[in-house]
Nanobody
Framework: VQLQASGGGLVQAGDSRRLTCVGS????????VAWFRQRPGKERKFAAA????????YYGESVKERFIVFRDNTKNTVYLQMDNVQLEDTAVYYC???????????????????WGQGTQVTVSS
């Protein structure tokens, strides 16, 4: 599957932003799709994921209760709704996919073998 992430840009602290990850190919619902983010000068880290099948959601601690991940398999799309964004949310956001990924690995980068190109989100005060 090929992934295309979009929706980044400049956003003010406290506002909302929605990122979109569109996948190509078939059987999109067989993929767990995750969002990882890389802050300036930091390692890339897990933000959120939507599992294959029923779309169970998972969140990193830093985005819980502010971000929501959801998917529309009819459109081969996974969204990351970012609410009440903070300065520390400034990062390049990547979507990644893995087929039938074990739920114990959803937050682990090395299990994802398909990656989008990243979209920059910059939060201003």
């Amino acid at each position: 599957v090929q992934l295309q992430a979009s929706g980044g840009g400049l956003v003010q602290a406290g506002d909302s932003r929605r990122l979109t990850c569109v996948g190509s190919g078939r059987a999109f619902n067989s993929y767990t799709v995750a969002w990882f983010r890389q802050r300036p000068g930091k390692e890339r880290k897990f933000a959120a994921a939507s599992s294959y099948g029923v779309g169970t959601t998972y969140y990193g601690e830093s985005v819980k209760e502010r971000f929501i991940v959801f998917r529309d398999n009819t459109k081969n799309t996974v969204y990351l709704q970012m609410d009440n964004v903070q300065l520390e949310d400034t990062a390049v956001y990547y979507c990644a996919a893995a087929s039938f990924l074990n739920k114990n690995h959803v937050d682990t980068e090395r299990y994802y073998n398909f990656w989008g190109q990243g979209t920059q989100v910059t939060v201003s005060s």
